[in-house]
């Protein structure tokens, strides 16, 4: 089983002290992310899944506990090794799309694989997002949903193994979000990628192999789904 | 390309405005560091390339009569290598214009081989021994558009000679000619040097067998020592009357050379520093405001996997870019820049061996001297990207603290406001840091506007305060054998004179400790209306029965102050020495005397009631009447001397002009960039007020009207840096030969503060267009660029 867990945190918390008040943004949180598996954090506002999120993807770090990465703490690591962790092992979809606004929709994918080794083609990611014709536009002549998209192809064009994606459908209306979704669960089958999603949706995680909910930076159920059911069934 | 360097490159051209206004601040200082240090290298190399090739000599020495064999005597001093012996006379030389006054030089040549000062035959020929015939200085052959085969006409006591022009030559004594040390500028149509066969001198002079002027060499190992040597040499020809002793640092066409090229040094260095300066601050206040813009932006490129080495540099490139582009179009533009510099110093150092050939290392030295302002200054502002985390890229921007300023405790003052004075506050004092440098800025602009402004008055001041206040005469003659007084009421008959005044002008050596000048002391009447004498406070005084009023270069030179007492000696031979009392120290802007009652003067000389010269007063042009006196050597006119400076104005007010951009450049750099830099930080606050019903201009007049109190506080600041480095360049370039009074008329400030208020205004009006085009809904809506 244990060469399953592509990633597992152990006793992880991470405190903010602001002045008097001690914030505790994630609690002695453990978990287990299965190779291949697509996985929903789910949480109401401020229960700490980004600040979870950021810790697994090497953005930020713990005040305690350990991440291993295929058995490997990513927790000592230097600046260096963590900025390769980043590189090699993570693509991170991002909250709010952040795509640079200078580079065009292709630009800003290779922004991302100019770093990698073996980086999938564009064009396929770009037309596997549904973008093949709006590759040459910059991001402020694209709609929100257009960007997530882009978003979510330059993580997945770096061809890491698991794919973080922090609220992919929070700016969106519920059409595109469910078409966002959707892309995501065939990324996971087509490119066979772990697939982490964040969100305070609650019925999205019918589609996830697995649930994991969180209260006040804490993990307070773990629900293994025998049948996710499709995307584009969701309805919230 | 990488996506990296495009999206820069796309910066780039979204802040045209900023980075064309950097580039050209870069290029100013680059052009300048290449420009002026390579010649100011080349040209001090030259010069002592020229004094070996011609065996410069190291001391002068001016005597009454010495024979030749007392001259060699003078090769027993040890260190002494070469000596060799001259003639020299300031002689007049008849022209066709009979109105035209034209003073030479006449030098003797011995026409043997390797001799000391020897001539550098630019064409032609040296004169040969034997012949009636002359080589020209350069400056004089040109100014006075000679020809090889011309006669000319030098006239000496009494007699007019021909000699005919051979050939035309330079010579290291007079790279730098002035007929001598009243005269301040060069005047090559009237004065000028000729050579001749040392046996026509001595028989045309009188001067069988001797000289009175002798030159000597040192030993390259005594070239330390040539102090010593030097007062070993007076001591030894004392009998001889020795008039004056000058080593090579003292000449005055050394000196005036070694402070042009110290000059060119100091300005290439302190304009380049200073424009490196601005844009390196400029830079780094640019880029550290696009770093904390970029901060989203980081932390994605940080969580994509870019490392803090490959995010410094992209920023960093931001200000490479500007130094390679600047350091291109600067190297393109300098080679016609120093090409066309070294053209003038070609026409006006007269050193035939500087050639201005393009130096190909200095484009090297100015590369990598703005590469590394750049770099440093790029790395310096954008070094906080190194803070920035990945997470960051998921938190919204902090708004700024706000907090109450000082000014806000005085209640009535701050309640009576306008609430736009208060944001222009308010910011100012967010701010505060850059807006300080604003002040600098604007500060640095005024001084630099001052600077020129300044000096274009100089001349005016100098001379109005030297001919109007000091020497109120119209003329000033001297005769070639002193004269009964009272023969002065001739030259009344001669010609049309108001007053006209007896003045006995004689060198002597005054002597303070180890200190010794020797200069005119001019004895005049005590109650000379020709001389308005003030002291350094601007009290005007009167010249003391007894003692000796001495001018401020020549007391600071001796040291001494009103009140010591000093030993005057009489360089005529046979003559006692003297002890006299300083009375008073006096203002005299070019040239160092010393004055004394002529009453007194009679007194040292032991003789009564003669003159040397004159000095008139008159409306009237007396050049016609008086040239055919015979006695009469010389007529200085001031109205001459004015004009002379005056045909100098048009190369002032050109290089005038080019300080004055200098500082329109450094002021727009500076008004823009910060302009800008504070519009695209608070273009979320600026949107914020058009949602509220503010239009363009409303936001522009915003903008304008903390511009416009920062140039008041940086004009007011201006006022004392201008006025400082005005008094220290006064300093600087004060010589021996002459002080530039540190008079800062009102009107200069005034001009100053216009330019500076219009280049201002121009940098503001720039601005305009960027608030006009900003995009406020953009501002609003993309969280990253
Ligand atoms: N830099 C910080 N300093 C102080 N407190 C922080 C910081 N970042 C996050 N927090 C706090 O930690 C808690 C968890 O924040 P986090 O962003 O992880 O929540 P979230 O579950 O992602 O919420 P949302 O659904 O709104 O994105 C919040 O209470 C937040 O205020
Ligand atoms: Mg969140």
Redesign the pocket.
């Known amino acids: 089983m244990s060469e399953n867990i592509l990633l597992k945190a152990e006793n992880l918390s991470?405190i903010?002290q602001?002045g008097e008040v001690t914030?505790?943004?994630?609690k002695n949180v453990d978990i287990e992310i299965v190779k291949g598996e697509f996985a929903v954090i789910l949480?109401?506002?401020?229960?700490?899944?980004?600040?979870?999120?950021?810790i697994l993807g090497g953005m930020d770090q713990p005040s305690e506990g350990n991440v291993m990465m295929n058995g490997e703490s990513i927790i000592g690591f230097n600046d260096k090794k963590l900025t390769a962790y980043r590189r090699d092992k993570v693509g991170f979809v991002f909250?709010f799309y952040n795509l640079m606004g200078t580079l065009t929709a292709r630009e800003n994918v290779e922004l991302a694989t100019e770093l990698c080794k073996d980086a999938l083609d564009i064009d396929e990611v770009l037309e596997t997002v549904g973008l093949g014709d709006r590759k040459d536009h910059f991001p402020s002549q694209m709609s929100g949903g257009e960007q997530q998209r882009v978003a979510i192809a330059r993580a997945v064009a770096k061809n890491a193994d698991l794919l973080l994606c922090?609220?992919p459908t929070?700016a969106l209306d519920f059409e595109t979000g469910i078409k966002i979704l959707a892309l995501l669960r065939d990324i996971n089958k087509k490119y066979k990628k772990t697939v982490v999603i964040?969100t305070?949706n609650v019925p999205i995680g019918d589609m996830a192999d697995r649930v994991i909910k969180?209260r006040s930076?804490e993990i307070i159920e773990i629900k293994e789904n025998e049948n996710p059911i499709d995307p584009e069934r969701i309805v919230w | 390309m990488k996506k990296l360097d495009k999206r820069l490159i796309r910066t780039i051209g979204h802040s045209k405005g900023q980075f064309i206004s950097l580039v050209v601040v870069v290029i100013v200082a680059l052009i300048v560091y290449v420009s002026f240090s390579m010649i100011a290298e080349q040209m001090y190399n030259s010069i002592f390339q020229y004094y070996r090739e011609t065996n410069f000599a190291h001391i002068f020495v001016d005597v009454s009569r010495i024979p030749g064999n007392s001259v060699d005597e003078l090769l027993e001093i040890e260190g002494v290598d070469q000596v060799q012996g001259r003639i020299i006379f300031d002689v007049p030389l008849r022209v066709e214009d009979p109105n035209e006054k034209v003073n030479a030089r006449i030098i003797s040549d011995p026409g043997t081989e390797d001799q000391i000062n020897s001539l550098f035959i630019l064409e032609g020929e040296g004169p040969s021994p034997g012949t009636r015939t002359t080589a020209v200085l350069k400056q004089f052959f040109v100014g006075r558009d000679m020809k090889f085969g011309d006669t000319i006409r030098p006239y000496i006591g009494g007699t007019e000679y021909s000699l005919q022009v051979v050939g035309e030559v330079g010579s290291p004594e007079y790279i730098y000619l002035m007929e001598n040390e009243q005269t301040l500028l060069p005047d090559e149509k009237g004065f000028g040097v000729i050579y001749v066969p040392e046996e026509f001198a001595q028989s045309a002079f009188g001067f069988q067998g001797s000289y009175n002027n002798i030159v000597v060499t040192v030993d390259e190992g005594h070239e330390n020592r040539v102090d010593i040597i030097a007062d070993e040499i007076e001591d030894r020809l004392d009998r001889f009357g020795v008039r004056s002793v000058i080593t090579r640092e003292n000449h005055m066409s050394h000196s005036v050379m070694i402070q042009e090229v110290d000059s060119l040094e100091m300005m290439s260095t302190s304009i380049t520093i200073m424009f490196l300066f601005v844009a390196a601050v400029i830079i780094s206040i640019m880029l550290s405001r696009i770093v904390r813009k970029d901060r989203i932006a980081i932390g994605v490129l940080k969580g994509l996997g870019y490392d803090n080495k490959q995010i410094l540099m992209h920023y960093v490139k931001y200000s490479l870019a500007i130094g390679l582009v600047g350091s291109i179009l600067g190297v393109l533009l300098s080679i016609p820049v120093a090409d066309m510099l070294s053209g003038v110093y070609i026409q006006y150092m007269n050193i035939p061996l500087f050639t201005g050939a393009f130096d190909i290392r200095y484009l090297f030295y100015g590369t990598l001297l703005t590469s590394v302002f750049c770099i440093a200054s790029g790395v310096f502002g954008a070094r906080s990207v190194l803070k920035i985390t990945p997470?960051d890229a998921?938190?919204p921007e902090t708004p700024k603290a706000g907090s109450r300023m000082w000014i806000e405790g005085f209640k009535a003052l701050w309640q009576r406001l306008t609430f736009s004075w208060k944001m222009v506050l308010r910011n100012i004092s967010r701010t505060k840091r850059r807006a300080f440098f604003l002040i600098l800025g604007i500060a640095l602009t005024y001084a630099v506007t001052m600077l020129p402004v300044f000096m274009s008055t100089i001349w005016n001041t100098l001379f109005d305060r030297q001919y109007s206040q000091l020497q109120k005469m119209d003329y000033s003659i001297d005769f070639n054998i002193p004269v009964e007084r009272n023969a002065l009421l001739e030259l009344q008959q001669l010609t049309d004179i108001e007053f006209i005044e007896p003045k006995v002008e004689l060198p002597f050596e005054l002597v303070e400790g180890w200190r010794k000048e020797t200069i005119n002391v001019i004895g005049v009447q005590r109650d000379t209306i020709m001389y308005g004498f003030r002291t350094a406070s601007g009290r005007q005084i009167e010249l003391p029965s007894k003692g000796i009023v001495l001018t401020d270069i020549l007391a600071r030179q001796l040291q001494v102050q009103a009140g010591d007492t000093i030993q005057i000696n009489s360089v005529l031979p046979g003559k006692s020495d003297k002890t006299i009392q300083v009375k008073a120290v006096v203002e005299q802007y070019f040239g160092k005397n010393a004055y004394m009652d002529i009453e007194q003067m009679y007194d040292i000389l032991e003789e009564r009631d003669i003159a040397t010269g004159a000095l008139l007063m008159t409306e009237a042009d007396v050049v016609p009447d008086l040239k055919d006196v015979k006695n009469i050597r010389g007529i200085n006119s001031v109205q001459d001397m004015r004009d002379a400076i005056m045909e100098y104005m048009d190369l002032i007010i050109a290089s005038m002009g080019s300080m004055m951009i200098f500082g329109g450049v450094i002021g727009f750099a500076i008004v823009y960039n910060i302009t800008i830099v504070s519009i695209s930080e608070r273009m979320m606050e600026f949107s914020s007020l058009r949602v509220l019903g503010f239009d363009k201009k409303d936001i522009f007049r915003l903008v304008t009207r903390e511009n416009a109190l920062m140039t008041v506080f940086g004009i007011i600041l201006g006022v004392p840096l201008g006025y400082s480095i005005c008094v220290g360049l006064v300093d600087y370039v004060s010589t021996d030969m002459y002080t530039i009074p540190a008079v800062i008329e009102p009107f200069v400030y005034v001009y100053s503060a216009a330019a500076t208020l219009v280049f201002v205004f121009v940098a503001q009006l720039a601005t305009y267009r960027k608030i006009t085009n900003l995009n406020f809904i953009d501002a609003l809506k993309n969280r990253i660029s």
């Open positions: 991470k903010y602001m914030v505790a943004a994630v949480g109401p506002s401020g229960s700490g899944k980004s600040t979870l999120l950021n909250q922090d609220e929070g964040i305070h969180m930076g | 997470a998921m938190r």
